[in-house]
């Protein structure tokens, strides 16, 4: 854990990126911003005058398949705000659903229905592993910012991959199965897409 170079302490930390025990203690509070180690600042990650009821985070799309992410960002969010924990359940389970879409159809782009089987299954995490390891995924990344106040959460999922459109007929084409979409809405308050979805935000009334 280290102090990203011109920036306090208080606002941006690099994570080795090694495990999830290490991310936690990145992640501890006063800090507010967190990048992993090897990834550029992105789009004022760590700037302090946003507010100090926030938390945000950079990491690859090879760290979100590899770790639980979204466990630990919502742990931390847990340390700073009183959550439920039938609430941390709905944050928790449309969280992990971002990030999974984001690498699987956002950058790996998965084809439709191959995780439908068993061998599609297993084809699958071959071919993720493949797309992962290769140069055009080296420096992908998503970016995971909440903010929050004493009646609302709302956690916004930044990644670069090539977006889709949550309305159109075949966005479920784009997404997989559907499904992803659909848990999003059963779980959330409210669910905004933005940027061609490569941007979505999370609602959540405390």
Request: aromatic share 4%.
């Amino acid at each position: 854990m280290s102090v990203v170079p011109g920036l306090q302490e208080h606002q941006a930390i690099r994570w080795d990126g090694v495990s999830e025990d290490t991310l936690a203690q990145s992640l501890v509070a006063p800090a507010r911003a967190c990048i992993e180690a090897g990834l550029q600042i992105d789009d004022g990650a760590g700037d302090a005058n946003n507010g100090e009821n926030r938390l945000s985070l950079t990491v690859s799309i090879q760290s979100i398949y590899r770790h639980a992410i979204a466990r630990v960002f919502l742990l931390e969010i847990g340390h700073r705000l009183a959550l439920g924990q039938e609430l941390r359940d709905r944050i928790h389970t449309a969280l992990h659903e971002v990030l999974l879409n984001a690498v699987m159809h956002g950058h790996v782009q998965l084809e439709p229905g191959i995780r439908d089987s068993l061998g599609g299954f297993e084809a699958s995490h071959e071919a993720i592993k493949r797309q992962l390891a290769s140069e055009k995924c080296a420096h992908k990344r998503v970016v995971i910012e909440a903010q929050w106040n004493a009646a609302r959460l709302s956690i916004a999922v930044r990644d670069n991959g090539v977006g889709f459109d949550p309305n159109s007929s075949d966005a479920a084409r784009h997404r997989g199965s559907g499904r992803g979409l659909l848990i999003l809405d059963a779980f959330c308050d409210s669910v905004t897409y933005r940027n061609n979805g490569t941007v979505v935000i999370l609602g959540f009334e405390l």
